[in-house]
């Protein structure tokens, strides 16, 4: 019995067909079969996702795309997006797929919070003519400075390893599997030249990319792929995956199409087969047991780098987080619950876990009150979008902030949300060789470069304009956000004034 | 420390100012200092429970005895040589073990084998749960996990791919316990003394062995005896759980555009 209603188109690509001049760049463009020539014209077929990558190779700009204009008749309750996913799951009895961050409107706290400058009292400093410091550690304060006999600090006198980063900001962890080899090569030679972090993903390291070990953060994920102890001593820190705050509680599918001979020889499994990562870490049900993995690890890597843990931003977060601290770990990394994915289930991607704004500043003053912030690195992800999202991060309490979405956008993502689907048109997101010779490695990484590198200079402006000389002064410096949102209780939360209330 | 040229010993009892026994830490220590001096043949003895031994290592000709009961995570990532446990071992033995052998003369804790790529592990006696989580193999290499009596439940959970060999020595029913192969999409679980389709989980079905199944048993079985000075009856049956499907989650969700 066929049960199948069509769920309606939801993009419309108009071609202006006096302006085209029939050159078909478009319709090879589209890796989503979406555009055909036919009769002397590009006509239109369905499956457009508004990934725009027509729309910008059009050589006479005769391509727009739009919401269809025959939409769902207006419901305040029952929106397009909401009778969408019934008519799809009334099809198909399947869970719905996603990619990319939460795409919900009910969750931008950024947006309320205001930065403070120097005004009169405290002289504001020119970053352009002063030094302002944007240096960052990762990994365990020794909590205590070793002076050598001639007075100076001994920085080689401390017991725990530490990576020492050019600017507070990660690239967070996004495996080769979710990514393209290109992708990948890019992001970490932006790394590299940038002397930041870079996150590998839970598909462990290809070989060509050892060259950039020193620049990574290696990710142990509860399916432990590609994890040998060589790859584990060749980075400079090591993550515990414990959860990802685009799906909090959720094990990674990466579906046997993308597995091919690169993605199995990196995760040494099999050709063609699913990789499936466990929801649980099945050794680790307490954290007496995280304290197990920390420390075998530790052991494994005989000590050389720092092992930190990755957690999902969820409801239990600061308790969760103090645990982690004395489990051992040297760094701490909070995903909230924007951040992005290459695929989770709608229904959790939208639905569980906490804004990161909340979730920093709850670990933040937790860890605080307890006496063990001043151990850790705290790292904090979920869509920190522009450089004003990091600096009010760091100011709610992060060390250092990870960034993967905007540095697709960089690359030239344009978020259309199907990179479960592994046909990414701008070569990113998948696995096809064809679309992923589409992305220039050289031209990616200098454009994360340049992002990234305008990033740190509107840090060193906004600390100039409050007058702070080094970003470790602003870490959890609440005194200089004020809220300006509607709900005062979220101010509280924060532990952040409101706007108009003062010093005193 | 050496009592010959060939073999070092380490006293893993030995107690400090305030009486505890050697810490990991110092355990470990120890065992990498000998190995980097070039000493391959190591002896453990009055293992007290210490943690993570000999995680990391592994020479093809490295060999290390350890009397007593190691801690949890014995042999993690693992990476060649021999782990001879004589007492038992605990939770988590063969941590996402690369490759070479562990013997263990005794039990096995929970989660043995997780996550393992490579290499050897024979158990005299029994295991606890999830024996063999999501063990893989690539390029045909794959681990293989001995395991003389039984096993608890969730044996081979998310296996993607090497061999389980559950031999029920001195069992009287089933030797493995429910949800066999819960979700795996790769290798094979031998089981000798049989299982029920109820035991199966999710993803799994039972097979008749082939030949090349039966080369593996008979292999593994030799291998037991060897290790263990012990004798198979050969005439047991030998039943094979494998996955229905290497994608097991195929249709299972809905990509539309919404």
Sequence with gaps: MRTDIKVPEKYLPIIDQEACIRCKRCIKSCSYGALEFKDDKVRVKDGCVSCLRCVIDCPTSAITVVERPSSYAPHAVFSPEIRRSIMAQANSGGVLLSSCGANAEYMDIFNDILLDAAQVTNPSIDPLREPVETKTYLGRRPGKVVVDDDGRIDLDASETPIVVMDMPIMIGHISLGSISYNAQAALFRAASELNILAGTGEGGLHNDFYCHSKNLCAEVASGRFGVTSHYLKEVSCVDIKIGQGAKPGHGGHLPGEKVQKLISETRMIPLGTDALSPYPHHDIYSIEDLQQLISVLKESTEYSVPVGVKIAAVHNVGAIASGIVRAGADFLTIDGLRGGTGSAPRVIRDHAGMPIEIAVSAVDQRLQEEGLRDKVTLC?????????????????????????????????????????????????????????????????????????????????????????????????????????GPNPRIAEILDVKHSGEGWG | MSDDNSTVVIDAGERDRLGHPLDYRELNRRIRKTLSEGQERIVLMNVMGQRYIASATGGTRMRIEIHGTPGNDLGAFLNGGTLEVFGNAQDVTANTMNGGRIVVHGNSGDITGLAARGGTLLVKGNSGYRVGIHIKEFEGVGPSLVIGGFVNDYVGEYMAGGTIFVMGLGCTSSPVGLNVGAGMHGGRILVRGGLDEHQLGPGACLAELDEKDAAVVEGLMSQYEAAFAATIDRSVPVLKVMPLDSRPFRGHYDSTTI
């Design chain 1, 380 to 484: 904090a992800s979920g869509s920190i979008r522009t450089a004003a999202d990091m600096i009010k991060c760091i100011a709610l309490g992060a060390d250092v902030v990870g960034v993967c979405t905007s540095a697709m956008i960089a690359m030239g993502c344009t978020v259309c949300q199907q990179c479960h689907r592994g046909a990414c048109s701008w070569g990113i997101a998948t696995q096809v060789p064809e679309l992923a010779a589409r992305l220039d490695t050289e031209v990616a990484a200098q454009r994360v470069i340049n992002m990234f590198h305008a990033w740190n200079e509107e840090l060193k402006e906004i600390m100039g304009a409050m007058g702070i000389d080094s970003v470790e002064s602003l870490v959890g410096n609440r005194d200089r956000l004020r809220y300006i």
